[in-house]
């Protein structure tokens, strides 16, 4: 169980590591010339990948209190 869970907590990671990475060339391109129609466009792909990364943080801290909840019902010694 323990290292489907830690599979689980990377492949999070993992994504959320894309989607900044895509949020910080947004950025990029909203910090240059402005373009009628694509600064729109790169506004609006902003605040979606923001609210992405959010819901990968949510995902990650659930992941985190659920494997913490095993733990606290797991005997001493047993295999998670």
């Known amino acids: 169980m323990a290292k489907e869970h830690k599979e689980h907590v990377e492949a999070i990671a993992a ?19 402005i373009k009628p129609g694509e600064t729109q466009e790169n506004m609006r792909k902003l605040v979606d990948y923001q609210a992405a990364i959010y819901a990968l943080d949510d995902a990650l801290a659930d992941e985190h209190r659920m494997l913490e909840q095993r733990e606290r019902k797991s005997p001493p010694g047993a295999v998670l």
């Open 15 to 33: 994504a959320r590591n894309k989607l900044v990475e895509q949020r910080r060339q947004i950025i990029g391109a909203l910090g240059g010339e």
